[in-house]
């Protein structure tokens, strides 16, 4: 859409966060030439940017004067039978013709992502050492390219049960990587915990 509304979809966080606002313009020609390149991509004229998007771009763009639309992940066929992430691996290489235009892509989401154990009370408390044994592991996989093992993180030892609970924050890494041409490096822009249980790792492709 042209000017995409700010959605707040979350509960139960301070006060601050319901007030933000992020008016950028919105990327119409972009999204559709997207659903041109992958058929099961569809546009939506309803929703906007939730925090996955703006939580993101307020601090990258504050001025919001960047074109942006969202894509939302569909990563399950229903409840109790999820995609496989060989599925989500290939459908992102297939948005490779973005990279071509110019268009920066940016999978938001958190490595390690457990809200059930997060220490709400301290946003410096130190992080579990699953959270650490799995943000290292996924790093030192990163580095190598290992992208096998990547979307085999259930088999990534006892600790990818507690820092993957859920895939909705792990997917947008698994669309990141499947963009990576050849030996692009990766630079680990960002590294550190956050409230004990979320890793706040970013790293740049390219």
Request: with cysteine; hydrophobic share 35%.
């Amino acid at each position: 859409m042209a000017k995409p509304r700010t959605i707040h979809d979350f509960y139960g966080f301070p006060d601050e966060l319901y007030r933000i606002n992020y008016p950028s313009p919105g990327a119409p020609g972009h999204s559709k030439a997207v659903s041109g390149l992958v058929k099961t991509v569809k546009c939506d004229l309803d929703w906007g940017l939730d925090h996955a998007s703006w939580a993101v771009l307020k601090h990258m763009y504050p001025k919001a004067d960047i074109p942006v639309f969202e894509m939302s992940l569909d990563y399950s066929f229903n409840e109790w039978h999820p995609k496989p992430l060989q599925y989500h691996y290939q459908l992102g290489s297939q948005l490779s013709e973005l990279r071509n235009r110019g268009v920066l892509i940016i999978g938001s989401g958190n490595i390690v992502h457990n809200l059930r154990l997060i220490d709400f009370e301290r946003a410096d408390a130190e992080p579990f050492n699953w959270a650490v044994e799995f943000d290292q592991e996924v790093k030192s996989k990163l580095i190598e390219g290992k992208h096998k093992d990547l979307l085999s993180c259930e088999s990534m030892g006892p600790a990818a049960s507690y820092a993957v609970p859920t895939l909705d924050h792990y997917l947008p890494m698994i669309y990141a990587i499947s963009l990576r041409i050849g030996d692009e490096p990766i630079t680990f822009t960002y590294e550190g915990f956050q409230n004990a249980s979320i890793s706040m790792r970013s790293f740049r492709i390219g």
